[in-house]
DNA sequence: CTGAAAGCGCTTACAG
DNA sequence: CTGAAAGCGCTTACAG
């Protein structure tokens, strides 16, 4: 295999090194039949000794399409690319775009020039369909590549807008499931740590709550809010025990949140879960680094990243651009931190 | 703004709009001074109008070059994406190709099909240069670009092979100072948790550690190997207060084995840093999340992928490539887990 | 089974 | 200051 550095094989080297023309050579890349197998074995062994690879952009320049799809991720300085969550739908999404032969490209913009930057890039043919998992600044990029006709979708429903594709989790099943199994393991005094007022899916949560009581004529007065990280959750559940001696089970809206609760519970000593039961939100790997370990309500993130690919892809297509929206319902996972009978 | 959805606009039809010829459309694009006001004004006017986006695949075909830089990063599957200093890694590469000018363009892949097709997707000429923050498999890969005259650099030394460029930090070093460091605060019977014995990053530090004890003729003799995670650095501590109980101090591989030690340590009653001075490695936001703080060695992380970036663009500039090398020098980060008095 | 020719959209000499 | 023409490398009718 002899390699030039810095010169590209063109299919009109390989050609001429065949003794055919770019056209049969081009038959036997495409795998078109219509090739003598004199013409094919020449043109394979030229194409293996110059080392050719066929010019993608050229190829993206006359089908008018790349085989690609952008996914375009939160910024690196914002703490979601460490959200273990993360990976779970990078991977849904990777497997779904293999499975059809699509090139995944990820972009990672910092700043408001990468953005633009982003944004003619986009636009200028270099995907076939846009993934947005980060709703940063992005409504004119959406806006824009729409207006291009390349699709988009979001990963979560991205705030006020009802014209945009998304797929999303249920966190309001999410939140009524997880209250619901706590009163069937005959709790009653159940408190709710809540996410950040502003944050949808954590009031989302917090309405399935409220819900699943009011069902159960129980009363959802115990709710107290963090910032869905540890430290706020230890915080949080301190402040509700010193509300209330009787609660007997807590639904936290992240796992992380419930791991500082439970912290705080053996540091004024209730034990999990004969004094109080608890249950999480994520299904992160926190769930099981507890003692005991975590019931949770798994988030089907790679389910997600696998609907979210296949509706883009199909929506780059389809001519008609109607806006398509899947919510997917996530399943408790329950472990030994709401098993044991209440006291 | 009337967007056409699904057509993408070109320059032929902005200048038919503005009355004027490709050439000069072009040249208003291109902030080429030779043109008319009217002209530019006309052209100005009509690209707006239809919202036209320049095509880049067409444009890449022509320069020859795509003014964008290819980042392999590790599979999703692989728990190194959710490393704390990928993001820092991340934002490094992302600023000084900001600088530049160049779009950053992120692949993971997850399968030997995927990296494939990767292959075929950068050397088919949608990259100028690629920056490989993984050894899976990609050795191949590596290969490949090259031949292509496509210059590529990995982060860190990639195993066994000294043909490729790359950055690194100076794990040496940072064994040697964080030993030093000990040694300089009265600590005479100092022990080391290292990495796995495979990992090349893992035994230079603990050969830093070796020659900084040798060089002050204390011993060297406690040292106990983990997996870089807190779990096995629990373990690893309890082994090691297990075989002696004069150790005044330990220098971890890692904050997370550094954190696990340190419970073991409370859980036998050894006062840090009274009784026991800790430090770790990487500088991560476990070193600050610990009681007390953890000492560490900070990794240049951010600098890694600025000179990363600086020096393959510049391979892609040039015409020979000479493998480059460069090894940056980890700081210490000194906190409260090294700073009181032995007993 | 084969190939000459036109074209994808942008860029670049070249000639006015 | 302006534009006709050729070309980047691949792909696609079209005619044999």
Known sequence: MEAVSGSAITLAQVARLAGVS?????????DNPAVSQEARAAVERAAVELGYVPNRAAKSLVAGRSESVGVVIPEPRSGLLLDPLFPRL??????????????????????TPDIQRLEQYLAGGHVDAVILLTFHDSDTLSARLQARGIPVIYGGRPPGRSDVSFVDVDNHAGGLS?????????????AHI???????????????????MW??????????HGEMDRDSGEVAMSRLLAESHEIDAVFAASDAMAAGAMWAMQVLG?????????IGFDDSPLATATRPPLSSVRQPIEDMGREMTRLVVNMSGARKQEPQHMILGPELQIRQSTLAAAG
Chains 1, 2 share one sequence.
């Open 22 to 30: 770019r056209t049969t050579a081009f038959r036997v890349f495409s």
């Open 90 to 111: 990078l991977r849904g999404i990777g497997e779904e775009l293999s499975a059809s032969g699509l090139q995944m490209v990820l972009f990672a913009p910092q700043s």
């Open 178 to 190: 997880a209250t619901e199994h706590l009163i069937a393991q005959g709790r009653r005094r159940i």
């Open 194 to 212: 809540a996410g950040p007022v502003h944050s949808r899916s954590a009031s989302d949560r917090a309405q399935g709550f409220r819900e699943a």
């Open 215 to 224: 069902n159960s004529a129980l009363r959802s007065d115990l709710v107290a």
């Open 270 to 278: 209730r034990r999990v879960p004969d004094d109080v039961a608890i």
